[in-house]
């Protein structure tokens, strides 16, 4: 580490490369401006020899918790390491809460509804290694599509609720989305969405009846238990955050 950058930081399209003394690496050529003076990054990261793979893979490099590892057993799916354990410990206890309406969801509810929702999804054409758009505020459904979709053997990728039209297009377009979940408020912009995108998704809104597929018929329709079918076509070693 040089002496002109140690404990300083440098901002370079909004991420810092050197901050306090650590090593922080961009792959991009551009310039950072510390105290109104220009440095050339690129330059910088080579000459220190930040851009290597061999520094990235470097153990020392890793910056590491202070909480304890999760441990991830094997031959268990994400559904079952996220609602079995739950469920046999807190059962009716509530699991999931909406702050605005007050429905709750217990564990065993949650977990049950999170099944009926996959199973539903793949009635309408959802299959494994198909992509759902979770386009919706912090609320109950958000955790029960999720683990639905996933548990289905699907791919979820989440959607920032405050993205424009253009940006939700953009990652429905890079993600692959064949479906996107969002409800009446932001139905405008999902549709400005797709029409950008130019492609099939199939739109499920959470609260209302439309032309559009019902998240509660897709619920109404999904049977309460894993299908034969699902559950031995899909890979435990498979995990997606």
């Known amino acids: ?36 003076t220009s440095i050339n990054i690129l330059g ?20 590491k918790s202070y909480c304890q590892d999760i441990v991830i057993p094997k031959n268990v799916s994400f559904h079952d390491f996220i609602w079995e354990e739950s469920v046999k410990k807190h059962g009716d206890k509530a699991a999931l809460v909406d702050g605005i309406t007050g429905t709750s969801y217990s564990y ?16 309408w054409g959802f299959q494994k290694g198909d992509v759902l758009a979770v386009f919706l505020p912090n609320c109950p459904e958000y955790m ?24 939700v297009a953009r990652q429905l377009d890079m993600s692959g989305a064949s479906f996107i979940l969002t409800k009446s408020s932001m139905f405008s912009v999902t549709t400005e ?33 894993w299908s034969a ?10 995990i997606c955050l």
């Open 144 to 167: 029960l599509s999720l683990t639905g979709a996933i548990g289905a053997g699907g791919v979820v990728t989440t959607v920032n609720p405050s993205y424009t039209a253009t940006e």
């Open 108 to 123: 065993q509810e949650a977990k049950t509804l999170s099944i009926r929702f996959g199973n539903g999804l793949k009635k």
């Open 44 to 63: 910088k990261t080579q000459k220190l020899g930040l851009g290597t793979t061999a520094y990235l893979r470097n153990e020392k490099n890793i910056v």
């Open 1 to 36: 580490m040089t002496s002109s950058l140690r404990n300083k930081s440098v901002i370079f399209y909004g991420r810092i490369l050197f901050q306090d003394g650590c090593k922080i690496i961009s792959s991009y050529k551009g310039y950072g401006y510390e105290n109104k």
């Open 229 to 238: 079918e699902i559950s031995d076509s899909i890979n435990n070693e498979d």
């Open 193 to 225: 969405a797709v029409k950008i995108c130019n492609k099939p998704i199939q739109v499920v809104l959470l609260d209302k009846r439309t032309s559009q597929i019902c998240y509660k018929d897709v619920i109404k329709e999904g049977e309460p238990e």
